[in-house]
């Protein structure tokens, strides 16, 4: 198989990369340069986000298999990508984002659940979901029903996170010392480790499947409990989990999700969102996720690796709690 990723030098492109080139696939990345790209690769350079930035990758005579796009800002960018690869490539996988359905959300809501409005395949960039819906029309529209998977992504963890959320926990938990755990501990989770979607997309490849496809582990793959647990395990114990009721929490202004990340309130609609989907369709189709044990203690691994410091995207927001506010919470400050 021959597979052109569009990025491929960080998290999930990056996963993917070296997912196809451990199944011995010819590899072309078209990237900006600001990132090594992985060996074994061809490399095209070029900005996507600049006029004439894809002149490389139109000047290149290439054809693939597949193609597989994680693109999240303007939708023209995609609109650009895919217009000019639709006769040089024989299917087009988008990953998209459990954003695009429309709020709120139903608790195990499938693909067919409502699509936000208001985007557009011609769009400059406007807000998240709006701008991954706006790539999936984007390809829908170069390629078509049957060419096109949709990868509608939920919360995403494992080694080169470069969002900041199983990275901050790890980084807390290896500080030590009064942890504040955000329960309850049974609180079931959703994600999916990168390594297991990327094997998905090109399963998905190989076997010309299309359509969206919602790509998180199945409900209750996992608890809050098990992944904070695992974390203070494989950083050396030096943490003590204090667990917190979601009210004492809420009272003293923590915004779930963002300054205690993963976490949403049981019972809320960003729960419903977050952690309480449908996967069936992907599930039938193959999708297999691997223990959390393994996703945080590769992790961890990685992190040491690069310094005990993860990359930080700077389009992304940064995570995790204040130690003044943590403190104050627990009544250690």
Known sequence: MRLLMLGGTEFVG?????????????VT??????????????????????????????????????????????????RDAARLLRGRARRYVYVSSCS????PRSAGHGEDAPLVEGASADAEQTAYAQDKRGGELAVLD???EDRSVLVRAGLI????????????????????????APGPRELALQYVDVRDLAEWVLHASERELSGPYNLVSPQGHTTMGELLDTCARVTGGAAELRWTEPE???????????????WVPPGSDLHDALHNRDVSRAVAAGLSCRPVEETVADTWRWLQD???VAPQRPD?????????????????G
């Open 14 to 26: 990056r996963a993917v990369v070296e997912a196809a080139l451990g199944r011995g696939w010819e």
């Open 29 to 78: 990345v078209f990237h900006r340069g600001r990132h090594e790209a992985p060996p074994g690769v061809r490399s095209l350079l070029g900005d996507r986000s600049t006029p004439g930035g894809p002149a490389a990758l139109a000047e290149d005579p290439g054809e693939w298999d597949v193609v597989v796009d994680t693109w999240s800002a303007a939708p023209r960018a995609v």
């Open 100 to 103: 695009v359905y429309a709020w």
């Open 142 to 144: 170069a390629f078509g």
């Open 157 to 180: 963890l494992g080694p080169y996170e470069n969002i900041g959320r199983l990275p901050w926990w790890l980084g807390r938990m290896a500080r030590g010392g009064p942890v504040l």
């Open 248 to 262: 004492v929490i809420l009272r003293a202004g923590i915004q779930p999700w963002t300054e205690l990340p993963v």
């Open 306 to 308: 690069v310094g005990g």
């Open 316 to 332: 992304r927001p940064s995570s995790g709690l204040d130690p003044e506010v943590e403190a104050k919470v627990l009544g250690t």
